[in-house]
């Protein structure tokens, strides 16, 4: 049966663990979708950290974009995390910088794609970060993406079954079953 959970909160919150620790309470082989885009060898470190917290019956994907294109059903799956598929949609590498798509069309792209992967019958375990907690930037570029991410993770929120907020390491239940 299909189920959309979205795991919420600041960076270093604990939503990757949670996220990780969840989908093996509900599979023996749940499935690690990285929508990560490795920029620099520091976050590439981040990566390889997360890999080897996790264990070889973990299914490993990594999909910049496309989410769609892979098949999950009947599985558990985490996908780790919006911000970076987010990010991948907003600074697409594809076009040039004065190209870069506008907040509506990069948002509309994510829903459709968010759309074609969520039709598939498993359990879908969203990581996302709350980047728009704190102050308002300075820098016109960031103020954009702090909208494209509140507007996605208000669109994966609406059609979630359960969200959990992540403060300091520990879940609060915002949505679903408490």
């Known amino acids: 049966m299909k189920r959309i959970i979205l795991i919420t909160g600041g960076q270093r919150s604990g939503k990757s663990l949670y996220a990780e620790r969840l989908a093996l309470s509900l599979s023996e082989n749940p499935v690690y979708l990285a ?14 950290h997360h890999q080897q917290r996790r264990g070889s019956n973990w299914t490993n994907i990594e999909e910049e974009k496309a989410l769609s294109r892979h098949s999950v059903a009947g599985r ?4 780790d995390c919006i911000t970076l598929w987010c990010t991948n949609f907003f600074f697409d590498r594809t ?16 829903q459709k794609e968010f759309d074609a992967f969520t039709a598939q019958d498993a359990t879908f375990i969203f990581v996302t970060n709350e980047i728009g907690s704190g102050g308002v930037s300075d820098n016109a570029i960031q103020r954009k993406f702090t909208d494209l991410e509140g507007w ?12 959990v907020l992540m403060v300091s390491g520990i879940p609060v239940k915002i949505k679903g079953n408490k």
């Open 35 to 48: 929508t990560a885009h490795i920029w620099d060898d520091e976050f590439r470190q981040r990566v390889i």
């Open 76 to 79: 558990v799956v985490v996908i």
């Open 95 to 110: 076009v040039n910088d004065w190209e870069q798509p506008t907040v509506d069309e990069a948002l509309k792209a994510l």
């Open 152 to 163: 996605m993770n208000q669109y994966v929120a609406e059609r979630a079954d359960e969200v």
